[in-house]
């Protein structure tokens, strides 16, 4: 019984340390050409690796150093600036919004369930930062109480989003901008990743 004190604690932890991916979570899920199981297998496997990588840092006592992580931030720079050029292309050629959702193919965003699942890994640094003392401070029974409280904690965060962007007013703006919301998000978190790791410093030492 006592190990069920640590379920606030959890829900605490992961709402601080992912506040940021329930917008990225809203803009995936505002995607009419993206399967909603794909976002939740994808959100699914990328905590999950982000909890791997903990549970093996405490394993064999090494923490992951925050830069290197920092330079998974180019994944969603990259997907971001793929999804904007193809934009601009079609654009040119004189296609409408509706011309491009409807005529590019499902898998042409580059974003199935493993593309979500590297975007969530590399918005990870926070929940590695979190997460690794959190453990290290915590009992097995406790461990395994906080995992379970994690893992549910990311359903509720695929259904908080997938409602948010079934409000008819933020559809409407989604059905209009999706794509340029969605590239300009990623374009943004790619940036933010990179600049808050401070992996700027490899190329300065």
């Known amino acids: 019984m ?4 640590s379920i606030p604690i959890a829900v605490g932890a992961f709402i601080v340390t992912n506040l940021d991916d329930l917008m990225v979570l809203a803009l995936f899920f505002g995607q009419s050409r993206l399967r909603r199981r794909d976002i939740v297998a994808g959100q699914y496997l990328g905590f999950l690796a982000l909890l791997v990588v903990c ?26 600036l793929f999804i904007a050029i193809r934009q601009l292309n079609a654009r040119a050629k004189g296609f409408t919004a509706r011309e491009i959702d409807h005529g590019v193919p499902q898998k042409d965003c580059g974003t199935g369930a493993l593309g979500v699942a590297w975007v969530t890994i590399a918005n990870g640094g926070d929940n590695l930062a979190v997460y690794m003392p959190l453990f290290a401070n915590s009992s097995t029974a406790e461990t395994c109480v906080i ?14 989003a997938g409602l948010f962007v079934r409000h008819p007013a933020v559809a ?10 969605f590239s300009t998000g990623l374009i943004a978190l790619g940036f933010h990743i990179l600049v808050k790791s401070d992996v700027w410093n490899h190329f300065a030492t």
């Open 172 to 181: 409407g703006v989604f059905n209009r901008w999706g794509d340029w919301l």
């Open 55 to 80: 549970l093996a840092g405490l394993v064999v006592g090494a923490v992951l150093p925050r830069n290197w992580v920092g330079w998974l931030g180019v994944v969603p720079l990259t997907m971001g």
């Open 147 to 160: 995992v379970a409280s994690f893992l549910v904690m990311v359903a509720c965060w695929c259904l908080l």
């Open 2 to 5: 006592q190990s069920l004190t």
